[in-house]
């Protein structure tokens, strides 16, 4: 076992930031308007969920809609997330140990993916596609194969330092690496309704 401490939320914020300033279909994104987590499966293997993103604000970017349940009008407000000063606009979790169980190129595909979700006005919505699938579009195979390409690219440009040492291993490897593993962890934010 190794004598460091590995803080994963700052290699994951470190390389987040790397992506959003070298990638043209994400520099849109400001790295210090997202808070990135660290949240527990209670499985092992690595199917299932990887990563999730939380947007803080609704369609178009607002803050609070009204929707009408029968004869009752209710109001729903996203709640308010500041760090280090920055009004946060999307929490993002990977999911531990999963997504550290995946080779490294599925885990930059699992970062942009995650990343791509992000609205390309960055006003804490989603990227919404046209149709009933408005989050990943008409396949989600093809979602993620245009994700495979953009990392590919990324590589191809930026070559071995895009893989920083923590995306190289399992999380079992990690643990024999380092003394520590540490990363946030955050309740996921509640939306707020209330009948007006």
């Known amino acids: ?89 999307y929490v993002i979790y990977f999911l531990v140990p999963r997504f550290f169980d995946l080779t490294p190129r599925e885990k930059l595909i699992t970062i942009f993916h995650e990343l791509f979700h992000i609205s390309p006005a960055f006003d804490g919505d989603i990227r919404r596609f046209p149709g009933r699938n408005f989050a990943h579009g008409s396949s989600t195979r093809k979602f993620n194969a245009y994700m495979g390409t953009l990392v590919d690219a990324y590589l191809a440009e930026h070559g071995e330092p895009a893989i920083p040492a923590f995306l190289d291993g399992t999380m079992a490897e990690l643990r024999n690496r380092h003394h520590t593993i540490v990363g946030r962890r955050f309740r996921i934010p509640l939306i707020k309704t209330e009948r007006c």
């Open 1 to 89: 076992m190794g004598g460091t401490v590995l803080n994963l939320t700052r290699e994951l914020e470190q390389l987040v930031t790397h992506i959003a300033g070298h990638v043209p279909e994400m520099c849109h994104i400001d790295p210090s308007r997202l808070l990135i987590c660290i949240s527990s499966t209670r499985s092992g293997g690595i199917r299932g969920t990887y990563a999730k993103i939380h947007p803080l604000r609704f369609p178009g970017g607002a803050k609070s809609i009204e929707r009408q349940r029968g004869r009752h009008t209710y109001r729903s407000t996203m709640p308010s997330v500041t760090h280090r000063g920055n009004e946060i606009l």
